[in-house]
């Protein structure tokens, strides 16, 4: 209530100043109440001037009462204007009893060439029933900055802060929009830098935060919670050499459509750092660059309704752009790729990693990784998270056929998919390692399929655990001209249990550790001018269903010599329709060579 004996009480406006030049200098006091009739007419401060400057200073207890239409409104309108600057420390409306119908704050510079800079602190509350929070517009080239150590709560946009200047800068505590953004901060400026720092909630009907750059550096940091009711938690747009960085750990991002939304048309780098991330229904994680590095942390468990984690660079021209992506927590893409990563620089990399003891679920691929590049394009990926996939547990390609940096692909953990357990490829002379430490399990696919146009292939599996292939090969690895080299010690069952084939001069190594119990072929190799050489440790049964189409070994070359040796453990067991066969077809001096330490079929079940 406006005490009318000490304070400013009005039915239409609380204090109106104009001045065409100089400088508008208002101390305040007490409270201020615009509107006490009620009738949606009057403002608390109201003050305009055309080249001068505005200073506007609110003492501690200095409130803006609810019955207001506007709270403070600051304009400059000339060309020549300085700058406009208000510290308050009293409240702005309340959330009990918000302003009527306006905006908490309101400063304008209007002037297209106008130099002057915004500055807005608030050390109270702020409510706007039907407007903007804080609304900053600086049409001339000067700063915009605003800072709210309380809280705003607005119908419209909590925070608006647009510039066309050096920077825009919003620091706020609590933010909450009914109808509008959480904040919404732009800077038109070319090379124009936005900051956006909030250490409590944000919430906004549509974006949470919503942040444009025209090429220049933008950073966000939410640590206490960003949600996006409606539309993304945050969305940041920026072009050029603009860099994107944005950190909210601490506190958790959720968004209808996308949670993170990070982009750049230009060649500046993204880089992401958050806790617990949804995207309900669209991505988690989104950042998608022009040819810059991104590098994702995702410290939390991320949720999208299609994608989990999404990161692509898509310049096609530029040297440098790799592509990080790290989680500690659960990912999932409810109908899509849980994490997806495209690198289609000249010479960009991709880097994954999962951490254990955690669990990626994905209505597709559970981590797809490509790059297109012509040039030196790698991808790494360390997976110690187990796997569930509708389809390939890991994809990783290389699909330039100038692309020669190698694939790699380490998976710790269990693997169950429903096509390839893990798919790897080089279509170019890259080499592919994969090597896994875990169960692997595949419904219609290959357990691994790993392929090298003419690069080596090399595969390593580790003892005390299973590859189960239901209706595809174990181990499948080919290569135009590459060497293979295949070190399995987990178990197989599948159909084969391990497939190898390459051509040219390229060599085959096979040691078999593991028991190998197969349909068509426990071990089927192909060279054709390269030596073939299989060594078996351990039980092979290559016709498990007894349909008379497979070997317990079968290695043939049309040029190399071929070699097959089993040890003493190394039993050709069950049905098998030859235990071993091993040919050479080619007209060469190059010969075959048998040599058996264990048993080959049983008197109870002959080959």
């Given at each position: 209530?406006?005490?009318?004996?000490?304070?400013?009480?009005?039915?239409?406006?609380?204090?109106?100043?104009?001045?065409?030049?100089?400088?508008?200098?208002?101390?305040?006091?007490?409270?201020?109440?615009?509107?006490?009739?009620?009738?949606?007419?009057?403002?608390?401060?109201?003050?305009?001037?055309?080249?001068?400057?505005?200073?506007?200073?609110?003492?501690?207890?200095?409130?803006?009462?609810?019955?207001?239409?506007?709270?403070?409104?600051?304009?400059?309108?000339?060309?020549?204007?300085?700058?406009?600057?208000?510290?308050?420390?009293?409240?702005?409306?309340?959330?009990?009893?918000?302003?009527?119908?306006?905006?908490?704050?309101?400063?304008?510079?209007?002037?297209?060439?106008?130099?002057?800079?915004?500055?807005?602190?608030?050390?109270?509350?702020v409510a706007a029933g039907q407007g903007t929070g804080i609304y900053a517009l600086n049409a001339g080239t000067g700063n915009v900055s605003?800072?709210?150590?309380?809280?705003?709560?607005?119908?419209?946009?909590?925070?608006?802060?647009?510039?066309?200047?050096?920077?825009?800068?919003?620091?706020?505590?609590?933010?909450?929009?009914?109808?509008?953004?959480?904040?919404?901060?732009?800077?038109?400026?070319?090379?124009?830098?936005?900051?956006?720092?909030?250490?409590?909630?944000?919430?906004?009907?549509?974006?949470?935060?919503?942040?444009?750059?025209?090429?220049?550096?933008?950073?966000?940091?939410?640590?206490?919670?960003?949600?996006?009711?409606?539309?993304?938690?945050?969305?940041?747009?920026?072009?050029?050499?603009?860099?994107?960085?944005?950190?909210?750990?601490?506190?958790?991002?959720?968004?209808?459509?996308?949670?993170?939304?990070?982009?750049?048309s230009g060649t500046g780098h993204i880089y992401i750092n958050a806790d617990a991330v949804t995207g309900l229904n669209g991505t988690g994680?989104?950042?998608?660059?022009?040819?810059?590095?991104?590098?994702?942390?995702?410290?939390?468990?991320?949720?999208?309704?299609?994608?989990?984690?999404?990161?692509?660079?898509?310049?096609?021209?530029?040297?440098?752009?790799?592509?990080?992506?790290?989680?500690?927590?659960?990912?999932?893409?409810?109908?899509?790729?849980?994490?997806?990563?495209?690198?289609?620089?000249?010479?960009?990399?991709?880097?994954?990693?999962?951490?254990?003891?955690y669990t990626v679920t994905a209505g597709a691929n559970g981590i797809q990784a490509i790059t297109a590049g012509p040039d030196s394009s790698?991808?790494?990926?360390?997976?110690?998270?187990?796997?569930?996939?509708?389809?390939?547990?890991?994809?990783?390609?290389?699909?330039?056929?100038?692309?020669?940096?190698?694939?790699?692909?380490?998976?710790?953990?269990?693997?169950?998919?429903?096509?390839?357990?893990?798919?790897?490829?080089?279509?170019?002379?890259?080499?592919?390692?994969?090597?896994?430490?875990?169960?692997?399990?595949?419904?219609?696919?290959?357990?691994?399929?790993?392929?090298?146009?003419?690069?080596?292939?090399?595969?390593?599996?580790?003892?005390?655990?299973?590859?189960?292939?239901?209706?595809?090969?174990?181990?499948?690895?080919?290569?135009?001209?590459?060497?293979?080299?295949?070190?399995?010690?987990?178990?197989?069952?599948?159909?084969?249990?391990?497939?190898?084939?390459?051509?040219?001069?390229?060599?085959?190594?096979?040691?078999?550790?593991?028991?190998?119990?197969?349909?068509?072929?426990?071990?089927?190799?192909?060279?054709?001018?390269?030596?073939?050489?299989?060594?078996?440790?351990?039980?092979?049964?290559?016709?498990?269903?007894?349909?008379?189409?497979?070997?317990?070994?079968?290695?043939?070359?049309?040029?190399?010599?071929?070699?097959?040796?089993?040890?003493?453990?190394?039993?050709?067991?069950?049905?098998?329709?030859?235990?071993?066969?091993?040919?050479?077809?080619?007209?060469?001096?190059?010969?075959?060579?048998?040599?058996?330490?264990?048993?080959?079929?049983?008197?109870?079940?002959?080959?």
């Amino acid at each position: 209530q406006c005490d009318w004996s000490s304070d400013v009480c009005s039915s239409d406006l609380g204090i109106i100043l104009t001045a065409q030049s100089g400088t508008i200098d208002l101390d305040v006091y007490g409270d201020i109440e615009g509107d006490a009739d009620a009738n949606l007419t009057g403002n608390g401060i109201v003050a305009t001037v055309t080249d001068g400057t505005i200073d506007i200073f609110g003492a501690a207890g200095a409130d803006i009462l609810f019955r207001t239409n506007n709270g403070i409104v600051a304009t400059a309108t000339g060309d020549s204007a300085g700058g406009i600057t208000i510290v308050w420390n009293g409240d702005i409306g309340n959330y009990i009893f918000p302003m009527y119908a306006g905006d908490g704050v309101n400063a304008q510079i209007q002037g297209a060439a106008a130099t002057g800079d915004i500055t807005i602190t608030t050390n109270g509350s702020v409510a706007a029933g039907q407007g903007t929070g804080i609304y900053a517009l600086n049409a001339g080239t000067g700063n915009v900055s605003v800072t709210n150590t309380d809280y705003i709560v607005s119908t419209n946009d909590a925070v608006f802060a647009h510039g066309n200047g050096a920077s825009v800068v919003v620091n706020v505590a609590y933010a909450f929009s009914f109808n509008g953004d959480g904040i919404d901060a732009s800077n038109t400026g070319v090379g124009g830098a936005v900051s956006v720092n909030a250490t409590g909630y944000v919430h906004g009907d549509d974006y949470g935060i919503h942040v444009f750059s025209n090429g220049g550096n933008v950073s966000v940091t939410a640590s206490n919670g960003v949600t996006g009711y409606n539309l993304d938690g945050i969305d940041v747009d920026t072009s050029g050499t603009g860099t994107i960085d944005i950190d909210t750990r601490g506190g958790s991002v959720y968004g209808y459509v996308t949670g993170i939304d990070a982009d750049t048309s230009g060649t500046g780098h993204i880089y992401i750092n958050a806790d617990a991330v949804t995207g309900l229904n669209g991505t988690g994680i989104a950042a998608d660059g022009a040819g810059g590095e991104i590098n994702i942390h995702a410290y939390g468990d991320v949720y999208g309704g299609t994608t989990g984690i999404h990161a692509n660079s898509t310049s096609g021209g530029a040297t440098y752009g790799n592509i990080y992506v790290r989680t500690y927590g659960n990912v999932e893409g409810a109908t899509g790729n849980a994490i997806e990563a495209y690198n289609n620089n000249t010479s960009g990399d991709i880097f994954v990693y999962t951490r254990a003891g955690y669990t990626v679920t994905a209505g597709a691929n559970g981590i797809q990784a490509i790059t297109a590049g012509p040039d030196s394009s790698g991808i790494r990926i360390y997976s110690h998270a187990d796997i569930n996939a509708g389809g390939a547990g890991i994809f990783a390609n290389e699909s330039s056929a100038t692309s020669f940096d190698p694939v790699r692909v380490y998976a710790y953990g269990a693997i169950s998919a429903g096509d390839d357990g893990i798919d790897a490829n080089s279509a170019g002379s890259g080499e592919v390692y994969v090597s896994t430490y875990g169960d692997i399990t595949s419904t219609t696919g290959n357990g691994i399929h790993a392929t090298s146009n003419t690069g080596n292939v090399y595969v390593y599996t580790e003892a005390g655990h299973t590859i189960t292939a239901v209706a595809g090969d174990g181990i499948f690895v080919s290569s135009t001209s590459g060497n293979i080299d295949v070190e399995s010690r987990s178990d197989i069952v599948a159909d084969p249990g391990i497939n190898l084939s390459t051509g040219g001069a390229g060599t085959i190594l096979v040691n078999s550790f593991g028991t190998i119990t197969a349909n068509n072929g426990g071990i089927v190799t192909s060279t054709a001018a390269g030596s073939n050489t299989v060594n078996v440790y351990n039980t092979v049964e290559g016709d498990a269903d007894d349909n008379g189409s497979g070997d317990g070994v079968h290695a043939t070359s049309t040029g190399g010599q071929v070699t097959v040796m089993s040890s003493a453990a190394g039993d050709i067991v069950g049905n098998n329709v030859n235990g071993i066969y091993a040919a050479n077809s080619g007209a060469t001096t190059y010969g075959v060579t048998v040599i058996t330490n264990g048993s080959i079929g049983t008197s109870g079940t002959p080959v």
